[in-house]
């Protein structure tokens, strides 16, 4: 099989000083590679490529299975983040869409903006009939607890003169 391929000879010689660079601090790369194949990374202070990329300045040395961890971590954060924003767009939206449609009616039917005015007044007054209300209640209310105050006085006062009168 004859395989001719262009190859970018600065790109490749930038490739390769940017590895050697990377993996400078690596004693034996293939054993690091089997040692991640196999799942047993080496969690010692040795440095290497794949840890301090991932997860750099963090005092300590993580395993592969550690940054897998803080990745579903975050992707989970992510998701819950994701979750709210979508919500609140949708809430937004709603709302945009209720007002869009209201302002359509009202373009369609002008008459329905006075007779909106009207109503809302009516809301107001209904309102504040409602605050009157109460408040001839609970002072009928306290009439009552006063009457019935002066009608426990008076069987008690009859009661007693009852008693005397035996």
Known sequence: MNDERNIDEAFLN???????K?????PDVNAWVEELRNGTLDTSDKPTPITDALMPDQGHK??????????EAHARQLKCELADM???RDEWKANHD???SINRT????????ERAKL???????????????????QAL????????EKMEAIRETMKTLNQLTK
């Not at 993580?62 to 897998?68: A, G, P, Q, S």
């Open 119 to 137: 109503v809302d007044a009516l809301i107001q007054q209904r309102d504040e009939a409602n605050i009157k209300r109460d408040e001839i209640f």
């Open 98 to 100: 209720n007002q869009v």
């Open 22 to 26: 990377a993996w400078k601090d690596v």
């Open 86 to 88: 979508t919500k609140d």
């Open 106 to 113: 009202l373009r369609d039917r002008p008459d329905l903006g």
């Open 62 to 71: 993580r395993t592969m299975y550690e940054h897998i961890q803080v990745m």
């Open 141 to 148: 209310n306290k009439e009552r607890q006063w009457m019935h």
């Open 14 to 20: 930038e490739m390769m000083k940017r590895g050697e």
